[in-house]
Structures are given as structure tokens and as C-alpha cells.
Nanobody, 122 residues
Framework: QVQLVESGGGLVQAGGSLRLSCEAS????????MGWFRQVPGKEREFVAR????????YNADAVKGRFTISKDSAKNTVWLQLNSLKPEDTAVYYC???????????????WGQGTQVTVSS
């Protein structure tokens, strides 16, 4: 069992920045990949970024490349998502996920946090 807790969401103006945190606990050693997803009501959950605990593999979705940065500290079992140059279309609930496969498919991840709301105003 792995528990994931996101934090850092909030309201920010367009062009602003925000940093999201995901703290993992439990059997974290059973996972190898951490991902960030986001979801707007009525739409499919969207891949944002992923990173391996080893740090050897990192990938961002095209929609956020150049603006968002994923990072991690394996010793702290923590993953961050730095959101820069935020746009209103970035507004969503952001979820942290953990799994064993390097994939963009949400169904492939085994554990999920409860999400943190990011709202970007114009």
C-alpha cells in the first residue's frame, strides 16, 4: 500500500507560478515511476509529467513543456511539480500518481492522491 498526498494548489493569476508537492508513504519501494495528471470536470484525466525515482527518466506533456518542471527527492519520497507561466487553461485538479510503468495512461498507475485544485485567473 502506498499513500500519496498532494499539496500546494491554490489561486494564481495568469503568468504566475505555483509549486505542487506530492509526499509518498508506505511501500514506496514497490513503485518506480511517479506521475502528475490533471482533470477538469467532464473531461478525461490528462497526463502532465512523469519521473522515475531513479531520476533517469523524465517526460513532460507537450501542453506544458517549457512551463512545468517535475522533480523529486527519493530520500524524502517527495515529488514536486513547478508550474510557471500559468494559463487559465491550466485550471484543473492536479493528481499525483505512482506505479511501475513509464506511461502516459492514467489506468496504468497503481496509486493516486486525492488531488489539489489549481485555479488560474485571467
Amino acid at each position: 500500500q502506498v499513500q500519496l498526498v498532494e499539496s500546494g494548489g491554490g489561486l494564481v493569476q495568469a503568468g504566475g507560478s505555483l509549486r505542487l508537492s506530492c509526499e509518498a508513504s508506505g511501500r514506496v519501494f514497490d513503485t518506480s515511476v511517479m506521475g502528475w495528471f490533471r482533470q477538469v470536470p467532464g473531461k478525461e484525466r490528462e497526463f502532465v509529467a512523469r519521473i522515475s525515482w531513479s531520476g533517469i527518466s523524465t517526460y513532460n506533456a507537450d501542453a506544458v513543456k517549457g512551463r512545468f518542471t517535475i522533480s523529486k527527492d527519493s530520500a524524502k519520497n517527495t515529488v514536486w511539480l513547478q508550474l510557471n507561466s500559468l494559463k487559465p487553461e491550466d485550471t484543473a485538479v492536479y493528481y499525483c500518481a505512482a506505479g511501475t510503468r513509464s506511461t502516459e495512461l492514467p489506468g496504468a498507475y497503481d496509486y493516486w492522491g486525492q488531488g489539489t485544485q489549481v485555479t488560474v485567473s485571467s
